[in-house]
């Protein structure tokens, strides 16, 4: 079993940052894809951006490339996302997922993914 936890989540002003952490522990975190999800009220879940057990292949959704930066450091089994320029719109709550490396899956897609976090609330004012 995978225990996912996010933080770093918070209130933050239209063009500001945010920097959110997930922790995994109960198996080698190497040998997981992750990736970070987002959802809105009333809204389904969407991809934010992926990253290999590598890190060498990385996605992001169009919405937050050049402002957002997935990394993982998997002597430390974290996964961090660092959210610049953020906008109203990105206001959600936001979910940590993992999955086997091994899985042959698109890593934009909810149903490729395992194991979920609690998810982190993020609110962007204006």
């Known amino acids: 079993q995978v225990q996912l936890v996010e933080s770093g989540g918070g209130l933050v002003q239209a063009g500001g940052s945010l920097r959110l952490f997930c922790a995994a522990s109960g198996r080698a975190f190497s040998s997981y894809t992750m990736g970070w999800f987002c959802q809105a009220p009333g809204k389904e879940r969407e991809f934010v951006a992926a990253i290999r057990w590598s890190g060498g292949s990385i996605l992001y959704a169009d919405s937050v490339k050049g402002r957002f930066t997935i990394s993982r450091d998997n002597a430390k089994n974290t996964m961090a996302l660092q959210m610049n320029s953020l906008k109203p719109e990105d206001t959600a709550v936001y979910y940590c997922?993992?999955?086997?490396?091994?899985?042959?899956?698109?890593?934009?897609?909810?149903?490729?993914?395992?194991?979920w976090g609690q998810g982190t609330q993020v609110t962007v004012s204006s």
């Open positions: 997922a993992a999955t086997p490396a091994g899985t042959i899956a698109p890593m934009y897609a909810v149903s490729s993914y395992r194991y």
